[in-house]
Every structure is written in C-alpha cells, then in structure tokens.
C-alpha cells in the first residue's frame, strides 16, 4: 500500500494548520511557550530542514516516531530549536487554563456575532494564549526594570 499526500481538493484536513496557524504558532514560540516534544505532536517546519516529505500541507508534520525526528534534526534540542509546535484544540485549551486564560474568556470566542470559518476557533485561542505570554513577559521585564 502506497502513502498518498494530502490533496486539499479531495482530503478533509484532519487539523487546520494553514499559513495563519503556522504563523501564530510561531509567535506563540518567541513569546516563550514551553513545548515538551512528545509523539502525538503537531509541528511546522518553516525553514525546511527536514528533508522527508510531509503527507500534511504547508510542511506540516505529526510526530509518530520521536527518534526519527531527532535523528533528522540532530537531536531533541534541535526539534525545539528548528520546529514550530503547533497545538492541537485540546492542546490549545489545556495551555489556556495552566497559562490563566479564564474560561469566559474561552467562552467568549463562541458568543461573538461573527461566524466562525473553519480553524478560527484555533486562532482564536492562540490569540488568548499569546496575550496572556505577553502579559507574563511584561510582568517580568517590570518586575526586574
């Protein structure tokens, strides 16, 4: 049986990791989200250092065998330098609540009157993680200024 790459004119994507998510992923990393790689991750490769060929669009991929990530970049230390996490919903909700994203603050992505596309929802929460890194980093530059 052949592996076939993922064709985004017939496939439905089993996640939403578009440019926007990727980007905001990035974001969330320089703000300093901790990542403990792990199987069952979700990571973008935005330079293009692995050399295999994601069967996710956008360079995309999903950690099945950590060694062989490792091994590719160069050890684990490497995997956090070179990838970009990308946080799953689930992920995605349980930084919110160990980072102090409140749960209205949650709620309030669903009441708004605006319809929500397709992977919003996602943005939507990194958007509320990234402020509350921010928020973090703020404190502490204050606090040692």
């Given at each position: 049986?052949?592996?076939?790459?993922f064709?985004?004119?017939?496939?439905?994507?089993?996640?939403?990791?578009?440019?926007?998510?990727?980007?905001?992923?990035?974001?969330?990393?320089?703000?300093?989200?901790?990542?403990?790689?792990?199987?069952g991750c979700?990571a973008?490769?935005?330079?293009?250092?692995?050399a295999d060929?994601?069967?996710?669009?956008?360079?995309?991929?999903?950690?099945?065998?950590?060694?062989?990530?490792a091994?590719?970049?160069?050890?684990i230390?490497?995997?956090?330098?070179?990838?970009?996490w990308?946080?799953?919903?689930?992920?995605?909700?349980?930084?919110?609540?160990?980072?102090?994203?409140?749960?209205?603050?949650?709620a309030?992505?669903?009441s708004?009157?605006?319809?929500m596309?397709?992977?919003?929802?996602?943005?939507a929460?990194?958007?509320?993680?990234?402020?509350k890194?921010?928020?973090?980093?703020?404190?502490?530059?204050e606090?040692?200024?």
């Amino acid at each position: 049986m052949h592996s076939h790459p993922f064709d985004e004119k017939k496939d439905y994507a089993p996640t939403p990791f578009d440019r926007r998510h990727c980007e905001m992923a990035a974001r969330l990393k320089q703000a300093g989200l901790r990542w403990f790689v792990h199987v069952g991750c979700f990571a973008w490769d935005p330079q293009g250092y692995l050399a295999d060929f994601s069967l996710l669009p956008n360079r995309v991929y999903f950690i099945i065998n950590l060694s062989i990530f490792a091994r590719a970049l160069g050890g684990i230390e490497n995997i956090h330098r070179r990838l970009v996490w990308l946080p799953t919903w689930h992920q995605a909700r349980l930084l919110c609540r160990e980072y102090g994203v409140s749960d209205e603050a949650v709620a309030a992505i669903w009441s708004s009157s605006w319809p929500m596309g397709p992977g919003d929802e996602l943005i939507a929460l990194y958007e509320l993680l990234l402020a509350k890194l921010q928020e973090r980093t703020h404190v502490k530059s204050e606090a040692s200024g």
